[in-house]
């Protein structure tokens, strides 16, 4: 694996793909290793300062393609360190704060969490509260 090379953990969890079949990575993976905090923090600015959209170095397009479920179907969160950001972060005692905002894991996971049940039952639920706040307003 890439990860002993760079005196990483021993199980970096494998990609879903490849982005680019020389560079593999959105970058070339020795420079990811090294420098993947510089692309993602300078695509933040990028999107948040000035309002750029491209998809390339998107913090949304690293968690799709590197988080991956487990053999029985689980995605890891950040807290595990069988996630792949936190396997080398946990590793390296580096501490960041973005998944308190962004999702840890794909969406297809969080849809998966969330249950087909909920989903159906949730515009239920909005139209229930909606009746009910039309009712609270005419019955003044
Ligand atoms: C307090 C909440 C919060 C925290 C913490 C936070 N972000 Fe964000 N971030 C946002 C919001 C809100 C946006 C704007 C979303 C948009 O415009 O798509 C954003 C946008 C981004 C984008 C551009 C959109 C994308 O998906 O590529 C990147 C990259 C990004 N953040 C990276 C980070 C990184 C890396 C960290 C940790 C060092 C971090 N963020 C921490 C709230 C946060
Ligand atoms: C389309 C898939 C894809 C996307 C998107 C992607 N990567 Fe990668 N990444 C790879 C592949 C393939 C490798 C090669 C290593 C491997 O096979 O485990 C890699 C390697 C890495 C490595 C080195 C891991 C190691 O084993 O040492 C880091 C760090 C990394 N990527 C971070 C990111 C970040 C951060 C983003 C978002 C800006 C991102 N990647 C986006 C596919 C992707
Ligand atoms: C191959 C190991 C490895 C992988 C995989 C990895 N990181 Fe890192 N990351 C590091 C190391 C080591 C640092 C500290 C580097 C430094 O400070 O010079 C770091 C630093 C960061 C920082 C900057 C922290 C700061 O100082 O502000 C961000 C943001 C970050 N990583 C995001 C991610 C995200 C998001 C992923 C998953 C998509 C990820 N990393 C995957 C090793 C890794």
């Known amino acids: ?79 595990q360190e069988t996630h792949f950001c936190a396997s080398c972060h946990q590793f390296a005692a580096v501490s960041i704060d973005c998944f308190q905002c962004h999702a840890d894991r794909p969406e297809e996971a969080i849809r998966k969490a969330i249950g087909p049940d909920q989903r159906a039952r949730r515009p239920a639920q909005e139209l229930l509260e909606t009746l009910q706040f039309s009712t609270a307003v005419f019955t003044k």
Not at 30 to 36: D, G, K, L, T
Not at 51 to 76: M, Q
């Open 1 to 79: 694996m890439f990860g002993t090379v760079a005196g990483g953990p021993e199980n970096i969890p494998p990609p879903k793909g490849n982005y680019d079949e020389d560079t593999l990575c959105v970058e070339p993976v020795e420079i990811m290793r090294r420098q993947h905090f510089e692309y993602i923090l300078d695509h933040r600015d990028l999107t948040v300062i000035e309002g750029i959209r491209t998809k390339k170095h998107s913090l949304i397009g690293c968690i799709d393609c590197h988080i991956t479920p487990n053999d029985e179907g689980v995605y890891a969160r950040y807290s």
